[in-house]
T-cell receptor, first 114, second 112 residues
Framework: EAQVTQNPRYLITVTGKKLTVTCSQN?????MSWYRQDPGLGLRQIYY???????DKGDVPEGYKVSRKEKRNFPLILESPSPNQTSLYFC?????????????FGQGTRLTVV | DAKTTQPNSMESNEEEPVHLPCNHS???????IHWYRQLPSQGPEYVIH???SNVNNRMASLAIAEDRKSSTLILHRATLRDAAVYYC?????????????FGKGTLLTVNP
């Protein structure tokens, strides 16, 4: 089954403790993105990747890092999480950058930083 | 990016058709109209997209006005599982296609 898999689904952590949220897709897609969703602010893009070893900042990249060492994986790294990074995170992938292309989203990771 | 306007919420009854409107009066000639939905506690899910002509797929139909300044997502027979937030999004051929810009969407409630 074609899917985007995120882990973990739920995470509670403390301020400053490094964490990684993993994202994996099995569709051989080139394009992958991370979004965060906050009440009243909608979904905002954090980082995106056009292919292996090619990443760029989205709208809200501060406090986050990403890497794309393999085509299927696109982990989101929070080196020193802070409470304002408490949010619902989604990973997405798509086969191309054409405007007619659909995106596939993971189930989400609910992160709480205390 | 061109902006879309959707009603905050709509309500329907199970097994009845639902017409979800979207206004995009500043749409450019190269903007594709996409619809996604987000069920409770899930990630957004692609529904349908189109450019100029009406489109049908297994999930829904998309009716695009002749001047393309508005469109309507049609769910032919709403089920309880269709209760979700529906987002109308424009994607420009010449723009940043790596990003989907989600607005507030329309919260659809389906009554049994």
């Amino acid at each position: 089954e074609a899917q985007v898999t995120q882990n973990p689904r739920y995470l509670i952590t403390v301020t400053g403790k490094k964490l990684t949220v993993t994202c994996s897709q099995n569709m051989n897609h080139e394009y992958m993105s991370w979004y965060r969703q906050d009440p009243g602010l909608g979904l905002r893009q954090i980082y995106y990747s056009m292919n292996v070893e090619v990443t760029d900042k989205g709208d809200v990249p501060e406090g986050y890092k990403v890497s794309r060492k393999e085509k299927r994986n696109f982990p989101l790294i929070l080196e020193s999480p802070s409470p304002n990074q408490t949010s619902l995170y989604f990973c997405a992938s798509s086969p191309s950058d054409r405007a007619s292309t659909e995106a596939f989203f993971g189930q989400g990771t609910r992160l709480t930083v205390v | 990016d061109a902006k879309t306007t959707q009603p905050n919420s709509m309500e329907s009854n199970e097994e009845e058709p639902v017409h979800l409107p979207c206004n995009h009066s500043t749409i450019s000639g190269t903007d594709y109209i996409h619809w996604y939905r987000q069920l409770p506690s899930q990630g957004p899910e692609y529904v349908i997209h189109g450019l100029t002509s009406n489109v049908n797929n297994r999930m829904a139909s998309l009716a695009i006005a002749e001047d393309r300044k508005s469109s309507t997502l049609i769910l032919h027979r709403a089920t309880l599982r269709d209760a979700a937030v529906y987002y109308c999004i424009l994607r420009d051929v010449g723009g940043s296609n790596y990003k989907l810009t989600f607005g507030k969407g329309t919260l659809l409630t389906v009554n049994p």
